[in-house]
Nanobody, 130 residues
Framework: QVQLVQSGGGSVQAGGSLRLSCAASTSTRTFNTYTMGWFRQAPGKEREFVAIISWSGGRIYYADSVKGRFTISRDNAKNTMYLQINSLKPEDTAIYYC?????????????????????WGQGTQVTVSS
């Protein structure tokens, strides 16, 4: 299983922005063959889908709750995926997880399930205060 290391979380006031990063090992040779995704989990709630991006970045889907505010991207030369989160709201407070699909070259789905992903980052806390 490839190791995914996250960074970029923190505390911010409502309306602020953060950028989350998810980096695979520099020795990974197949990062550009896997769909990647972001999920989040708030206290007392289920893990929910946030955004997903295909291996080359050509197909992207967002959850309705974040569409227009969050931007997913990836830099395959750096084995890194990003989530730019703008106009943050208190309800965005959660632990954010990045994940890699279990199989290569599987097209992203509009409503992906977390069980489709096999490698996970350690999670990073995003806290939004009002």
């Amino acid at each position: 299983q490839v190791q995914l290391v996250q960074s970029g979380g923190g505390s911010v006031q409502a309306g602020g922005s953060l950028r989350l990063s998810c980096a695979a090992s520099t020795s990974t040779r197949t990062f550009n063959t896997y769909t990647m995704g972001w999920f989040r989990q708030a206290p007392g709630k289920e893990r929910e889908f946030v955004a997903i991006i295909s291996w080359s970045g050509g197909r992207i889907y967002y959850a309705d709750s974040v569409k227009g505010r969050f931007t997913i991207s990836r830099d395959n030369a750096k084995n890194t995926m990003y989530l730019q989160i703008n106009s943050l709201k208190p309800e965005d407070t959660a632990i954010y997880y990045c994940a890699k699909d279990k199989v290569q070259y599987r097209l992203p789905q509009i409503d992906p399930q977390w069980t489709d992903f096999g490698s996970w980052g350690q999670g990073t806390q995003v806290t939004v205060s009002s």
